[in-house]
T-cell receptor, first 111, second 113 residues
Framework: QKEVEQDPGPLSVPEGAIVSLNCTYS??????FMWYRQYSRKGPELLMY????GNKEDGRFTAQVDKSSKYISLFIRDSQPSDSATYLC???????????FGRGTSLIVHP | KAGVTQTPRYLIKTRGQQVTLSCSPI?????VSWYQQTPGQGLQFLFE???????NKGNFPGRFSGRQFSNSRSEMNVSTLELGDSALYLC????????????FGQGTRLTVV
């Protein structure tokens, strides 16, 4: 079992929709959780990170962690075509806290 | 402030050849990590260098190697290329260890024919 599992999609939604992107993880000791966004032909960039359980909001984006289920989510409200990208969950682990990434979910927001 | 620079952006190599990829991290960043990204496996960690020492290593064969120089610039080398090595190779720099943001370059697209 991989440490971080993520459905690759693609997920196609109309503009304005609420998007839910999800990951599961295997190690209950993980405490930090990150979401990266990767546009086509670019490297990933950090979108948000959270510590432990609960929600964190940043504009149209909300990151949610449920440690009891080992489940992390990213919600995008009022999705825009410019949100079309691959979203990767990442969990820093090990002594150096190197991020372990999920496979990424490809999101397409069509006008 | 300049971002992470990877060269070259694109490479086409023949099976059996070797290749060297280069990464210049953000100024002041001491940690450089390398990842392989493929549609089937996603982003897989290759290795991390910190202050010229390999600190962590992923589950890749010995054909994949790297090094870091005193100015933090890093290179990775793949010897005896196989078709399955075709991928996007991404370099990420972090200012230090710990829970810090990883800044990625645009990657080097390697195609092995």
């Amino acid at each position: 079992q991989k440490e971080v599992e993520q459905d690759p999609g693609p997920l196609s939604v109309p503009e304005g929709a609420i998007v839910s992107l999800n990951c599961t993880y295997s190690n209950s000791a993980f405490q930090y959780f990150m979401w990266y966004r990767q546009y086509s032909r670019k490297g990933p960039e950090l979108l948000m990170y959270t510590y432990s359980s609960g929600n964190k909001e940043d504009g149209r984006f909300t990151a949610q962690v449920d440690k009891s289920s080992k489940y992390i989510s990213l919600f995008i409200r009022d999705s825009q075509p410019s949100d079309s990208a691959t979203y990767l969950c990442a969990i820093p682990s090990g002594g150096s806290y190197i991020p372990t990434f999920g496979r990424g979910t490809s999101l397409i927001v069509h006008p | 402030k300049a971002g992470v620079t990877q060269t070259p952006r694109y490479l086409i190599k023949t099976r059996g050849q070797q290749v060297t990829l280069s990464c210049s991290p953000i100024s002041g960043h001491r940690s450089v990590s390398w990842y392989q990204q493929t549609p089937g496996q996603g982003l897989q960690f290759l290795f991390e260098y910190f202050s010229e020492t390999q600190r962590n290593k992923g589950n890749f064969p010995g054909r994949f190697s790297g090094r870091q120089f005193s100015n933090s610039r890093s290179e990775m080398n793949v010897s005896t290329l196989e078709l399955g090595d075709s991928a996007l190779y991404l370099c990420a720099s972090r200012i230090d260890e710990g829970i810090t943001e990883a800044f990625f370059g645009q990657g080097t697209r390697l195609t092995v024919v």
